[in-house]
């Protein structure tokens, strides 16, 4: 069975503060996929990445940052210099890299940032 | 292109009333899936399809009924709401392949049982 673990419930930060989401996942699967989706407080869920289980580059978007380390079972988020639209809750979600494969999402990570 | 949309976006039914959340793509997905989004708990999986005539139950089916007789629509019917189905729903689309591709979202509906 898979499992994501997303341990923050609710992190708050001043903006311009670099943040770190973590998330820890359980898979038997030797090949999987990883995502982060965000959900901001109008409620959409937007994709920000996906994450193959065989690529463990680090991979650098904007003020984004995402470290896969296969070693330990994280799949972490960083936001740099953090900024007040950045308010949401953050999803980690696990799926094998299978056709019919179904994705299992964390309970998610809120992230406040005040002015 | 609208992507995934879902009618209503918020509804209020009364213990014991039936209604239908309707989900539709116009990707030409084959996969689409059900989620109900509730405080603390994440998204799980209601029920999902892989194509016209094929669904199966994900993670918390009970209560709730789907069918998909063509690729663009997947609704998910409540025969009897109860309380416990105060959530948020998302639907969900994807290409089918070889591995797995990412999952577009609806806006979500609301829905509170009274």
């Known amino acids: 069975a898979q499992k994501v673990t997303q341990a923050q419930t609710e992190i708050s930060v001043v903006e311009k503060e670099d943040v770190t989401l973590d998330c820890v996942y359980e898979t038997r699967d030797t090949t999987y996929y990883l995502f982060w989706y965000k959900q901001p407080p109008s409620g959409e869920l937007v994709f920000l990445i996906r994450?193959?289980?065989?690529?463990?580059q680090n991979e650098i978007s904007g003020r984004y940052s995402w470290n896969f380390q296969k070693s330990t079972s994280s799949f972490n988020f960083t936001i740099t210099a953090s900024q007040v639209v950045d308010s949401a809750v953050y999803f980690c979600?696990?799926?094998?890299?299978?056709?019919?494969?179904?994705?299992?999402f964390g309970k998610g990570t809120m992230l406040l940032v005040s002015p | 292109n609208a992507g995934v949309t879902q009618t209503p976006k918020f509804q209020v039914l009364k213990t014991g009333q039936s209604m239908t959340l309707q989900c539709a793509q116009d990707m030409n997905h084959e996969y689409m899936s059900w989620y109900r989004q509730d405080p603390g708990m994440g998204l799980r999986l209601i029920h999902y399809s892989v194509g016209a005539g094929i669904t199966d139950q994900g993670e918390v089916p009970n209560g709730y009924n789907v069918s998909r007789s063509t690729t663009e629509d997947f609704p998910l019917r409540l025969l009897s709401a109860a309380p416990s189905q105060t959530s948020v729903y998302f639907c969900?689309?994807?290409?089918?392949?070889?591995?797995?591709?990412?999952?577009?979202f609806g806006p979500g509906t609301r829905l509170l049982v009274l």
């Open positions: 979600a696990l799926s094998e890299a299978k056709g019919y494969s179904t994705l299992t």
């Open positions: 969900a689309s994807r290409d089918l392949g070889g591995l797995q591709e990412t999952q577009y």
């Open positions: 994450r193959n289980s065989f690529d463990e």
